[in-house]
């Protein structure tokens, strides 16, 4: 005779599975911290950030990290094996131009090393921005603020020296 407990817990088992791997920066066989990633400076001048992946297969696997396509993003190193447990850093790097923030996914696939003939990749699509922050914005914009608080100080003197006051 089945028992209703064991079906109960083999459906416990699926559901709680099914959130964990839906988690951001999770899927079957590898996690990636943090989340995402936002690569953001001054246009023109490189810049660098990191993530982890972890295996959390019960077995050895490579992983391989690919740019999307048309971004001229560094990767450093684009590929890699990690035993059951182990992390590995992975390097970007990032020379932002023009005006807009642009959105792109960093695929993160994992392969099992051992077992049978048929390997299933896992992999993710790992977020991340890219920002060009323009230095002079900042200058233009205490500029404004400086010329606009002149203008109301020259005003505002002008206006009270107008004004005769009587004793």
């Known amino acids: 005779m089945l028992n209703p407990r064991s079906y109960l817990h083999g459906a416990l088992l ?9 988690l951001p920066g999770n899927a079957a066989g590898l ?20 993530f982890l ?24 190193p684009e590929a890699f094996q990690l035993n059951p447990g182990a992390s590995e850093r992975v390097a970007l790097r ?3 131009s023009g005006w807009r923030t642009r959105s792109v996914d960093v695929l993160v696939v994992a392969r099992p090393l051992q077992g049978s003939a048929i390997r299933i990749a896992t992999g993710i699509r790992y977020p991340v921005e890219l920002a060009a922050e323009h230095a002079w914005v900042g200058a233009a ?7 606009a608080l002149s ?10 020296r107008s004004r005769s006051y009587a004793p």
């Open 14 to 22: 699926a559901i709680v599975a099914g959130v964990l791997s839906a």
């Open 53 to 76: 992946v972890t295996n959390i297969m019960p077995e050895p696997a490579a992983y391989t990290i690919q740019p999307p396509d048309g971004v001229a993003l560094a990767i450093e």
């Open 151 to 160: 203008v109301l100080a020259a005003y505002l003197l002008r206006h009270n």
């Open 94 to 96: 990032y020379r932002p």
């Open 141 to 147: 914009v205490r500029g404004i603020v400086l010329g």
């Open 31 to 50: 996690s990636v911290r943090p989340a995402s990633l936002r690569l953001s400076g001054p246009a023109g001048e490189p810049v660098a950030g990191e």
